[in-house]
């Protein structure tokens, strides 16, 4: 099969494109009708740097490829619009596979009301994504940058951490599953754990509604969890010109994170606040606007909301932890 | 150096932000201002696959990769915007290589107006650049697609076809540079033309303002040479519903095409043909509006307008050469 038949067979399994969206894939270039702000945001995700093929199946592979490009709007408080998609198919890969990657991102579209709007297909000498995700916004006004944090807001996470670290720790070694124990006296499916702990790192959920709610209820800055919440913070608070004190004690663990750590000799709050790829959200909000934030997501069914530090006047990131001392924040570098 | 100190050494490069772009490099994502109709396109370049490191230099590498991006907005008549980045970086590209292939990229930026406004910066197994390109226009009505050609349209081409395989040629084998002639009495300064020839393989140009010009001037279906005329003009055909008949006499050739092709023992129509990558466009037009085009192209100072063809009630694509007979037009299969 040739690139052109199997482009088309790519747009036969689209779904119907969104109102925006005048002409779709299969023309020189997309045309979408904007009115506002749009917010653009691109993601690579490369065999043997950002996954492994033999620990994801190829329709999760394309799945977290377009979760991570949608985490981007999620943190600006966007509304998702359209995707682009590059898929680099290396000569093992065939053309059912290709299809499978690609179902994997199509559901994801269809979850969130994303059109995939175009794309290209060539050759690579690995698997390779390159994601734009496209969002929009009635009004630049309307979205939250990394750059408004102010001193005195507080700091808050949705969601759980940890969790995805976990997961990564679980597919490097298998038999840890079967070492990490429940507390003694919990009640504790270890078998669901693991599956949930792995989930978080294979199938991560970009927190779009999360992210407009925040941005509603007054968030001044907000950034995705990929790096890991050290180093993201880092970034908040560089853009933001503030300083950022985070309590270890108070990050919300997710389940399992604590038994996963045990069994690995790990530290569950380093888990928490230096593994990648929770994408969760970090915002930072007056404080007086906080039970408003945790409200709206909890009505709209989402995660909570968790006060994890506040910004003062000055600059970097400080982990206090629960017993005194403090976290070196961590965070990932794409290029070592 | 690392990932992070590498992006702000690319960021102090960039050019000032066009008036659209509220916040650029930097963030989550990007926040562009539109107000109308965006035009969205994203193109591979890998290396081994679409270009070799040693025949080109890192920057040519850079502003072939954004110039090809640009070229499908100039088959849109769009305005060009933004541009967004990802760039996968071998282990044996050091860090003031990967500044060489974006300084490239920038100066044509800065060139064409466009706005480098995001991007991602990874390790890959090879030399590798995707780009989304982004162009504006006030409503989708100014623009033109591959599917509106009627019958009875005019077909024509910008500029001249052929250069860029004869260029590969030489690229292929420089001992072709010393074998080709010029015709017998033709004033011709051969290595100047195998400058020209290369250049036009490792430098070419998006036609953004032809694009435009051809879409106010009525312009009703385009698309830029990628593939080859041949295949190019399959996808038109097919997009609009008609058939394309080609005249091969009338292919304006670049000068030195039939040289390197005699050289090599080629048809310099087949490589006019079906040579791709001359990033010219392919426009068809209602005939009484073709003087209008030329014009206009003219007083810009751009390339000769070409009338090649013209579309007829049918399908599929006849390349008919001057002494009869037919060239079975070829197009480039990305995965082949």
Chains 1, 2 share one sequence.
């Not at 979205?143 to 102010?150: D, E, I």
């Not at 990490?180 to 779009?208: C, M, T, V």
Request: with cysteine.
């Amino acid at each position: 099969m040739g690139e052109f038949e199997l482009l088309a067979r790519v747009r036969e399994r689209l779904p119907p494109a969104g109102p925006r969206v005048r002409l779709g894939s299969g023309d020189d270039a997309a045309i979408v009708i904007a009115d506002g702000a749009t917010v653009t945001s691109v993601d690579a995700s490369i065999d043997g740097v950002h996954f492994r093929r033999d620990w994801m199946s190829l329709a999760q592979i394309g799945r977290k490829a377009l979760a991570v490009a949608l985490s981007d709007l999620a943190a600006m408080g966007a509304e998702p619009g359209e995707a682009y998609v590059v898929l680099g198919v290396p000569a093992d890969l065939d053309e059912d596979g290709c299809l499978e990657l690609l179902d994997g991102l199509v559901a994801l579209a269809a979850e969130t009301g994303t059109t995939v709007a175009g794309g290209d297909l060539t050759r690579a000498p690995a698997l390779s994504l390159a994601i734009t995700a496209v969002g929009h916004a009635a009004a630049p006004e309307r979205l939250v940058s990394r750059g408004g944090a102010r001193p005195g807001d507080s700091l808050v996470v949705t969601g759980e951490l940890g969790g995805a670290a976990a997961g990564l720790l679980l597919l490097e070694d298998p038999g840890a599953r079967s070492t990490f124990e429940p507390h003694s006296g919990q009640k504790y499916d270890r078998n669901a754990s693991a599956e949930a702990l792995s989930a978080r790192y294979l199938e991560p959920e970009a927190r779009l509604d999360e992210g407009r709610a925040l941005a509603a209820a007054g968030a001044t800055a907000m950034i995705d969890l990929s790096d890991g919440l050290g180093g993201d913070a880092r970034h908040l608070a560089a853009a933001s010109g503030v300083g950022l004190r985070i309590e270890a004690g108070s990050l919300p663990l997710a389940a399992g994170v604590a038994e996963v750590a045990a069994a690995a000799g790990r530290d569950p709050l380093q888990l928490a606040a230096s593994g990648g790829e929770d994408y969760e959200l970090l915002a930072a909000l007056p404080p007086e606007r906080f039970d408003e934030a945790a409200a709206a997501l909890a009505s709209a069914g989402g995660p909570p909301l968790t006060r994890v530090g506040a910004a003062f006047a000055g600059s970097g990131v400080e982990i206090r932890l629960p017993g005194g001392g403090s976290l070196e924040p961590e965070g990932f570098d794409q290029l070592s």
